[in-house]
Structures are given as structure tokens and as C-alpha cells.
Nanobody
Framework: QVRLVESGGGLVQAGGSLRLSCVVSGGITTIDRMAWYRRAPGKQRELVAGISKFGSADYANSVKGRFTISRDNGKNTAYLQMNSLKPEDTAVYYC???????????WGQGTQVTVSS
């Protein structure tokens, strides 16, 4: 059974940094794409950043230049380095893994990020 476990969330002041991690375990074939989404209170879930198995990354305009997504294929782990955090970055951040060979998509349980002003 595939399982995604996020860590690294917390409370930080505006301008600070956090690094989120997502470890994928169990029944893994090839993880074609890993991504981070977030859901802020009262808002819909939105894509923050995604990265292919080849390392090609894409970002939401709101985080470009501040966030960096990376992955370690050998460890089945994705990271989200978040710098220059703003109060509007406050949300629950979810890890997502896409495996095309099994047409499967998986989600983590989420980790809370709170940025105080």
C-alpha cells in the first residue's frame, strides 16, 4: 500500500523559511511526478509546485522565486524549500504522487504551515 508522509511544517514569522519533506513508501513503481498543493482556510486547493522524474519543475506564480521543489528518486522523497514566507502562504500543504504505469495518484495527510506577520 502506497503511503505518503509529509513533515517539516510549523509556525514561522514572515520572511522566514521552512523545508517540507514527503516520503513515499510501499508498492512503488515509478513516481512520474511529485507535487505540493496547499489549501488555505476558505479557499480551494491549489498547486504550489510540481516536479517530474527527470527533474523538470513548475511553480505557481505566487511562489516563483521563493519556493524550490526538488526530489531524491533514490529515496522516493520530495522536498519543498520555502523562503521569504508570507502570511498568505499559511495553509495545509499536501504532497501528491503520480504513477502513470498504474494510473494511480496518491496524497499525503497534509502538514500545517502558519506564517505570522
Amino acid at each position: 500500500q502506497v503511503r505518503l508522509v509529509e513533515s517539516g511544517g510549523g509556525l514561522v514569522q514572515a520572511g522566514g523559511s521552512l523545508r517540507l519533506s514527503c516520503v513515499v513508501s510501499g508498492g512503488i513503481t515509478t513516481i512520474d511526478r511529485m507535487a505540493w498543493y496547499r489549501r488555505a482556510p476558505g479557499k480551494q486547493r491549489e498547486l504550489v509546485a510540481g516536479i517530474s522524474k527527470f527533474g523538470s519543475a513548475d511553480y505557481a506564480n505566487s511562489v516563483k522565486g521563493r519556493f524550490t521543489i526538488s526530489r531524491d528518486n533514490g529515496k522516493n522523497t520530495a522536498y519543498l524549500q520555502m523562503n521569504s514566507l508570507k502570511p498568505e502562504d499559511t495553509a495545509v500543504y499536501y504532497c501528491n504522487a503520480l504513477m502513470l504505469t498504474t494510473s494511480s495518484e496518491y496524497w499525503g495527510q497534509g502538514t500545517q504551515v502558519t506564517v505570522s506577520s
